[in-house]
């Protein structure tokens, strides 16, 4: 998508997973402007070297199993904060113009180990903007959004994966989580890029769903186990808490939390034709007026 859209120059992917290079260089190998680095974000003078002219940034590099984060809470630490402390400092020396980093809605009143560390590498590249190293051109922003149907770990493939069983194991009934789709999260970043100004948390509209009723839908004969939650889940899940409805803004697709330093969350320029939420406003996965 986009290789195809935007006709990069140079597209560089930094990752850890050797396999998955080897399977995206048989899809792309002959393109010259693709090129592979095998990295680890926690590795700083790797980072350096990947971003060695590149202009624009996406990171999406995380420990974001909740039960892996909350069992092996070092290892989570250092991927998603020092992780995205690294990509901090190697963006500005480098001279990228704009980083948009990824998010979850477990970064909205976490009680999780994963939440925790992401809503912490949220601030980080929001504050980035200013009161670490002033002066540089790089803008950070940041998109939020909930389960992309059909990724690595999600719960659609997770199911499709034990259909042939004839049983799913669901942890409650009254479960909900935010799905987005593969194209509307790549379309958020990509609006991130093109309009952010610096600080911005975009939360997209999205629809929210049952996880009974994804289980149902998929394998309707199915037999539905109820196991419980795990360690660090939550019964619904959350993306713009009350406490941040005073910084945030409302458009026809989305949200944008603005940061509150600097009075930045008064800032017109930031806010352009966006209308401030009531001072209630929670925008949760059980009380989701976009379906």
Same mark, same amino acid.
């Given at each position: 998508?986009?290789?195809?859209?935007?006709?990069?120059?140079?597209?560089?992917? !930094?990752?850890?997973?050797?396999?998955?290079?080897?399977?995206?260089?048989?899809?792309?190998?002959?393109?010259?402007?693709?090129?592979?680095?095998?990295?680890? *974000?926690?590795?700083?003078?790797?980072?350096?070297?990947? %971003?060695?002219?590149?202009?624009?940034?996406?990171? #999406?590099?995380?420990?974001?199993?909740?039960?892996?984060?909350?069992?092996?809470?070092?290892?989570?630490?250092?991927?998603?904060?020092?992780?995205?402390?690294? %990509?901090?400092? #190697?963006?500005?020396?480098?001279?990228?113009?704009? *980083? *948009?980093? !990824?998010?979850?809605?477990?970064?909205?009143?976490?009680?999780? @180990?994963?939440?925790?560390?992401?809503?912490?590498?949220?601030? @980080?590249?929001?504050?980035?903007?200013?009161?670490? #190293?002033?002066?540089?051109?790089?803008?950070?922003?940041?998109?939020?959004?909930?389960?992309?149907?059909?990724?690595?770990?999600?719960?659609?493939?997770?199911?499709?994966?034990?259909?042939?069983?004839?049983?799913?194991?669901?942890?409650?009934?009254?479960?909900?989580?935010?799905?987005?789709? !593969?194209?509307?999260? *790549?379309?958020?970043?990509?609006?991130?890029?093109?309009?952010?100004?610096?600080?911005?948390?975009?939360?997209?509209?999205?629809?929210?769903?049952?996880?009974?009723?994804?289980?149902?839908?998929?394998?309707?004969?199915?037999?539905?186990?109820?196991?419980?939650?795990?360690?660090?889940?939550?019964?619904?899940?959350?993306?713009?808490s009350s406490e941040d409805a005073?910084?945030?803004?409302?458009?026809?697709?989305?949200?944008?939390? @603005?940061?509150?330093?600097?009075?930045?969350?008064?800032?017109?320029?930031?806010?352009?034709?966006?209308?401030?939420v009531d001072s209630d406003f929670?925008?949760?996965?059980?009380?989701?007026?976009?379906?």
């Amino acid at each position: 998508m986009t290789l195809k859209k935007y006709n990069p120059k140079r597209l560089v992917i !930094l990752s850890r997973d050797e396999m998955k290079q080897w399977e995206m260089a048989k899809l792309y190998g002959d393109d010259e402007r693709v090129r592979f680095f095998i990295g680890d *974000v926690r590795d700083k003078d790797r980072l350096y070297r990947a %971003l060695d002219g590149v202009n624009y940034v996406v990171h #999406a590099a995380a420990t974001k199993i909740v039960p892996t984060a909350e069992y092996n809470p070092f290892e989570c630490v250092k991927t998603n904060i020092n992780g995205a402390m690294n %990509l901090v400092d #190697a963006s500005i020396d480098q001279g990228v113009k704009r *980083v *948009v980093a !990824l998010s979850t809605d477990k970064a909205s009143s976490p009680i999780n @180990l994963y939440g925790a560390t992401k809503l912490a590498s949220d601030k @980080l590249f929001v504050a980035s903007n200013s009161s670490y #190293a002033s002066g540089h051109k790089t803008s950070f922003a940041v998109v939020r959004y909930g389960n992309v149907m059909g990724s690595r770990g999600s719960v659609i493939p997770y199911f499709m994966s034990l259909v042939s069983k004839g049983l799913l194991p669901i942890t409650d009934k009254r479960m909900t989580r935010f799905m987005i789709t !593969l194209e509307q999260s *790549v379309n958020l970043v990509w609006h991130a890029f093109e309009n952010q100004v610096g600080g911005e948390i975009y939360v997209k509209k999205i629809p929210s769903m049952k996880i009974i009723d994804i289980a149902k839908a998929i394998a309707p004969k199915a037999k539905l186990e109820i196991v419980g939650s795990r360690p660090g889940e939550k019964l619904n899940e959350q993306m713009i808490s009350s406490e941040d409805a005073p910084f945030t803004y409302e458009y026809p697709e989305y949200y944008k939390i @603005l940061p509150s330093i600097n009075k930045w969350s008064k800032d017109k320029m930031r806010i352009g034709e966006g209308s401030l939420v009531d001072s209630d406003f929670v925008y949760s996965s059980d009380k989701n007026k976009n379906g």
